[in-house]
């Protein structure tokens, strides 16, 4: 196994007496590759990411690499893992430039000392690679949708991580700042980061993701590649829905919904 | 780097150095308005002979001197550190709880210090072994103190979900208020009257004693907060973010509710509830200079310091040779500059 590998085994995670989460195992998440979880609303697919970010209460055990995700300290986790959040906060003022300084300053992942302007080059680095460097002296509140979902990533990204947590990161994006951001996704993956992101597209997640984890009702339904764990019979079992599943010759994979089940 | 990057790099310096002009100014604002307090009054001691009775330059008469050293020094630097302790305490209530309304006022922490002065103005219940003249500042600082447990206690039963916090804190409001109303229908005329008269909020009552301890205060509880700037602004960013980024929220909301209830509950003791300052403070500030709390956290304190000692100066000036209480005083001459800093929507520095 190797050190970027997130593994999960008899996790049961979930809020007060309502577990969402029953014992769940699934095969290891691979460093330098990009995990999308699919599943209906209600599977458990943030919860499972929240518990990896130790954000929900959880027992069982969860591994990345040699570290107990579980039993770690907050600060031992937050230096190998970022995570972005599904909702982003409301009437906020500091500027993106201030928010990623804010993301890497408060709880710096590097053991060396950097001085305020080492911070803020990062920074403004992190935002050049997502190609907003314009906005930086943006306050939030002023973005629009897509742009405060790529300012949150940018405070994900910043810190440079070795997981990568994810939940539903394109929701509010067109076309073209879906592709802008997956891409960079991938590039942080092929620097040996294991992404895992959680996506409602499953078009999205057949194209972007080098694995799935389908998951029904808090289980691991299936997962292996696109091909494999995409399928009619998935289709209908998860999802409840009459559809069909083709295989171009290039590989490319075509979901057509059909009608409710 | 790029060229965009760093034209973006320079642009974020010159803010940076922009703010700490805007701290420059309001410090050299909060000493005219100091001083200005200072040369204030009903006797004929004017700013000049205030300043140079201040720094030793010349002679003043005996009976010019005990007003400077007695009555108008105490008065103005206990309007000072009444500003900074509830400004800087409003704007960490406004950001641990995420809430742009939340200040000690708002949340039930003076009512709660109104109250434990009724019961020793009204009743003459006060802590064993208090000596009289301290009895209604030692209430009223248990009180607010109690205040702010609840709501610390609260934290810590149903988690740091804010709502419930804020919905709390509007309950111990009602609820303070109810029980001074309670007091004030049983108090006699007198009583009444004294009672009304430290609600309204006033500086008359500043000695040197008072101002130490809080100078005191002040002077532990502000650094602590800068301290804890970073983190509260990756609170800033939403609590689950600041989480996964190992931030202990609870224990960050702890500490910060304690360097309120200390910095308020000592405020309070010494002047009364003086609502405004708290709430009006941290706003002004915000759009001001933004919500870097490096710089948020001092402008608001210094601003609070303005507010209060421009309040004073009016305090003694709207009708000549009376002290209007100055709790009256700071929503009346808060409120319009804080209209019209919301309706001008002037952007953040």
Known sequence: MSASDLTIRSLSAGYGARKVLRDLSMPPIPGGKITALVGPNGAGKTTLLRAVAGLVPASGDIRFGAL?????SASERSRAMAFMPQFLPQRMALSVLESVISALRASPPQIERMDAAAFRDVALETLSG???VDLALQPFDKLSGGQRQLASLAQALVRKPRLLLLDEPTSALDLRHQLQVMNIV????????????????????????????????????????????????MLSDVYGIDGSVETTSSGDIHIHAGRLA | MSADSQAIAEAYQRVIRRRVAFLILL?????????????TGPSSLGLMDAVRGVLNIGKLSGPQSAILWEVRLPQALL????????????????????????????????????????????????IPGVPQNWIISANAFVFSFIAVIVLQSVVRLRGSGTDILVLCGIALFFTFNALVALTQFLASQQALQQLVFWIMGSLSRASWEKVRLLAVVV?????????????????????????????NIAQLRFMSLLRISILTATAMAF?????????????????LIGEDHRFFLPASALTGAIIMSLASVASKSIIPGVLIPIGIVTALIGLPVFFSLIFSRRGTV
């Open chain 2, 271 to 287: 002047v009364g509830t003086i609502g405004f300052v708290g709430l009006a403070g941290p706003h002004i500030a915000r759009l």
């Open chain 1, 130 to 132: 997502l190609g907003i």
């Open chain 2, 79 to 126: 309007a000072i550190l009444v500003g900074l302790a509830l400004a800087t305490a409003g704007a960490e209530m406004q950001t641990i709880l995420g809430n742009p309304l939340a200040s000690p006022f708002t949340l039930g922490v003076s009512s709660a210090a109104s109250f434990g002065a009724a019961l020793a103005i009204v009743l003459g219940i006060g």
């Open chain 1, 68 to 72: 107990d995700m579980l039993t770690a």
């Open chain 2, 27 to 39: 410090a050299l604002i909060s000493v005219v308005s100091f001083a200005v307090d200072l040369g």
């Open chain 2, 219 to 247: 002077v532990i509880a502000l650094p602590f907060a800068q301290r804890a700037a970073w983190p509260m602004m990756a609170l800033r960013l939403g609590e689950d973010r600041a989480r996964s980024l190992g931030i």
């Open chain 1, 186 to 233: 991938k590039t942080a993956a092929r620097g040996g980061t294991a992404v895992i992101a959680v996506l409602h597209d499953l078009q999205a997640a057949a194209r972007w993701a080098d694995s799935i984890v389908v998951m029904k009702s808090g289980a691991l339904y299936t997962s292996g590649a696109p091909a494999d764990a995409i399928s009619a019979t």
